[in-house]
């Protein structure tokens, strides 16, 4: 019987069911120029929905890629309205991202990210459905469920999934035994920085544990994308969140309570008041936060000109030792605010209360709160611009090298990088063994991240005392050397006499 091209939807509704390969991509053919009409009309979406089902199944790879395209379309024409229809075919067409074909994954896949586009199906919806294929049997769905969960991002945003829930799933198939699927969840991860910044890198460093060299190549693609300028806007956010600190601690520096001293047994009661309120922990934290802010008033209005205060200074230095300790963020962070004001005030004059309170704020690196953290952390920045003291740079390179925390290591190492850049080879030289041993256990260590940063240091290093660095260098194993020749060549450094022992 000869084939005759129907002329109404509900005539491909019932010539769809027909046998044979050949016919059916015919009928799908006419169907999809008919679909293309713009006034057509159906009594019954759903039995050519249902009929097209089989298609999806066929083992016949042209058939399959020919029935998704023609839902697609239908998708695209009902709109909203495809809602009633989806889940007919959902887990059909799921199961082609399977496909050993190409060309019916990228079909399936597109049929899913048009149910998005029209609103059929919001995101979170769909990949809770797609939740179990990140651990499906077949490699090909398991790849295709990350690409698409990619560009599900890319034209939904991150606030359209909860993607903190797909993290541990992502991070499980960079060691899958595929090497297509592993390179897909590292896409998937270097897609995600963009859109995070580095609240993913600092998640994933602190919860995952990820091989050596899957983490290496994540982090050379992450200071790629930091480079090149391909954060999105919400990964910007975090990265702002970094000087976010800065300006909250300038500001506090600006407006502080009025203060008038008049004598030098004015300032010495007013100090003595700010030190028993600090001290005192029975009282309020807004009222221990508020002797803090009355003491960097003191400063501002020249109270510093006073023999007392330095008198003052000492049991001082103690109270706020007490503050790092034993109160909430709210007073950590004020304290941290009180330190950093005067270092920069008081510069070397602060040496010793600098050196009494800076274990204390290394300890703040572990803190659970994060504002806490980077609260002790530009407190620290602060001490080590403003006050250039030897004394504090064994609690700094001992932090570097023997704490179990990672992220305080790598932050200590960070510090390292800093005095090696501001501080004087005169005030250097007093600590030099300290140095080189922080810098040669530091290139040698576990965590990338650490080892980046002390081959920052070894040449920081080597600006100041060019000898013991070399003897550094050939103390290394060959492959740490070699690391380093890498780090100079890519950073066009210079480091005389290499070859010469």
Partial sequence: MAYTCPQ????????IIKPGNRLKLQI?????????????????????IENLVPWIQSCNYK?????????????????????FYYPIVLHAIIDRLGDMKVIVREKAQLFLLNLLKQDVIIPRVLFEILTPYFSHKKPNIRMEVLYCFVRTLKAHGISSLNVDKFIPLIVKLLLDRICSVRHAAHYTLIELYKHFGEKLRIDLRKHYLIPHVQWSALRKNY???????????????????????EEIFKEAFQNLPPVQISAQIHIAEKLK?????????????????????????????AGTNFKEFYVALHYLGFALQRSLKNYGPEVIRETCITISYLSKFLENKFDKIATILIQDLIALLE?????????????????????HNPELIPFITYNATTSKNEETRRTCCEFVEIMLKKWSTYLLKEEIALLYDCVKKGVADANPEICSRSRINFYGFNEHFPAQAKNLYWSLDSIYQAALNEYRTSASLSFNNLNNR
């Fill in 28 to 48: 799908g053919q006419d169907l999809l120029n008919f679909l293309a009409k713009p006034a057509i009309k159906c009594e019954d979406n759903e039995q050519l």
């Fill in 8 to 15: 109404d939807f509900d005539g491909f509704t019932k010539l």
């Fill in 223 to 245: 200071d790629e994308i930091i480079y090149s300028g391909k954060l999105l806007p919400t990964a910007l956010k975090s990265i702002e969140a970094r000087t976010e600190d």
């Fill in 273 to 301: 008041s700010i030190h028993e309120t600090i001290w005192d922990q029975s009282n309020h934290w807004t009222v221990r936060v508020n002797a803090l802010k009355i003491l960097r008033s003191v400063v501002k209005a």
């Fill in 63 to 83: 058939v399959a890629s020919l029935g998704i395209e023609i839902l697609t379309v239908l998708v695209n024409r009902l709109g909203f309205f495809f809602r």
């Fill in 367 to 387: 803190n659970s709160t994060g504002t806490v953290v980077s609260s002790g952390k530009l407190t620290i920045k602060y001490i080590i611009e403003y006050t």
